[in-house]
């Protein structure tokens, strides 16, 4: 996308697919609570069908939804970013310091008495998004190059420190309030498995797309035929994401329905408070509008997929901690939907940014 200004609203300037976003999420998670319901076993058929424990369902779903994303992006021009220490700075700090403090903090304020939720939150506020931070920074006309090189970096500082900090934040700061403690095991190669297969697969996938095609048949006919054509995958990887998990999981939903309340408001006010300092920072640091995009959007996302895995392999799959980890997810996809069009305003009106009109 490149910056256009005219007169029409932002959100007419998506297009069509884009533009009723919103009722295609909720409509998705109505689904999934429906089949959840009326086939109560279906959850734990589709949580079955595992290849080295990654759920295949999921892991579909997903890889649908980032390939079309990463073969999109201009890989020659990612080293212009990589050069920039300012912005890989700020990315780091947000996403490494103050977005896992922030979570933190909330989790305390909110759940005070309810150390195992508490423990989920803090499990997902770690895991810093590898996967749909890359189809919110699409939707808000976002650096995608950008975007490919810091959850890229996101993916190397999990492996190396997950670890370290789940044992950090949830066995040496509790104790500093004398309350209960928590003891996280998992391994650097459990965490590496789940980069590899959710970002290294669509990531390569993507580069070859693109290199190979665009040398036997153009840039031209690469980014106006090619990408145009296999553009809705990622959405429809979206939301059959979304039904798999409500299908999944809406059963525990709907039954502690104050739980998962209680749950969700810390998150929604990390998101808020993240994605609104991320901005905020970067403009004040001087980025354009498509950098403050890309940075905001990986600062306020979260890579579920290893904050539920982390969650289940143990505390056990009916813990509070999983019901956390798993409810991140289903407030996540609304919230960060909502700041789509969020920065799709604040771009318009604080940079002047405008998305080219589409079909």
Excluded at 74 to 81: C, N, P, S, V
Excluded at 286 to 291: A, E, I, K, L, V
Excluded at 338 to 346: I, K, N
Aim: hydrophobic residues 60%.
């Amino acid at each position: 996308m490149t910056a256009r200004v005219t007169g029409a609203p932002v959100v007419k300037q998506l297009s069509t697919l884009d533009r009723f976003l919103p009722i295609w999420i909720f409509a998705a998670m109505a689904l999934g609570l429906i089949l959840g319901r009326a086939l109560p076993g279906l959850g734990a058929v589709l949580d079955s069908v595992r290849i080295a424990d990654v759920s295949v369902p999921i892991a579909i779903g997903l890889l649908a939804m980032m390939y079309p994303v990463l073969a999109k992006v201009k890989y020659e021009t990612i080293g212009q970013h990589m050069a920039d220490r300012k912005l890989i700075g700020t990315s780091l700090l947000l996403n490494w310091v103050i977005g896992p403090v922030v979570m933190l903090a909330l989790a305390w304020l909110f759940l005070p008495d309810l150390p195992a939720y508490r423990n989920g939150l803090v499990l997902i506020g770690l895991a810093r998004c590898i996967a749909m931070v890359l189809i919110w920074n699409s939707l808000a006309c976002g650096s995608g190059e950008l975007a490919a090189v810091l959850v890229a970096l996101n993916s190397v500082f999990q492996i190396l420190t997950y670890s370290v900090l789940g044992w950090f934040f949830l066995t040496v700061v509790p104790g500093w309030f004398g309350a209960e403690t928590a003891v996280v095991h998992v391994t650097m190669w459990a965490i590496a498995k789940s980069v590899l297969i959710f970002l290294g697969i669509p990531l390569l996938a993507g580069y070859l797309t693109r290199q190979i095609l665009t040398a036997r048949r153009g840039d031209a006919w690469y980014t106006q035929t090619f990408i145009p054509r296999i553009g809705p995958l990622a959405l429809i990887g979206l939301l059959y994401t979304i039904v798999l998990m409500f299908a999944m999981q809406g059963d525990r939903i709907i039954r502690l329905p104050v739980d998962v309340l209680r749950i969700a408001l810390p998150l929604l006010v990390y998101f808020a408070v993240m994605f609104g300092l991320a901005f905020t920072l970067s403009k004040k640091l001087g980025f354009d509008y498509q950098r403050t995009a890309a940075l905001s959007f990986t600062a306020a996302g979260n890579n579920f997929e290893l904050a539920i895995a982390v969650a289940v392999a143990t505390f056990g799959i009916s813990s509070g901690e999983a019901l956390a980890a798993v409810v991140g997810p289903l407030v996540e996809v609304p919230a960060l939907v909502g700041l789509v069009y969020v920065s799709l305003w604040a771009g318009r009106r604080y940079f002047g940014f405008t998305p080219e009109p589409q079909g």
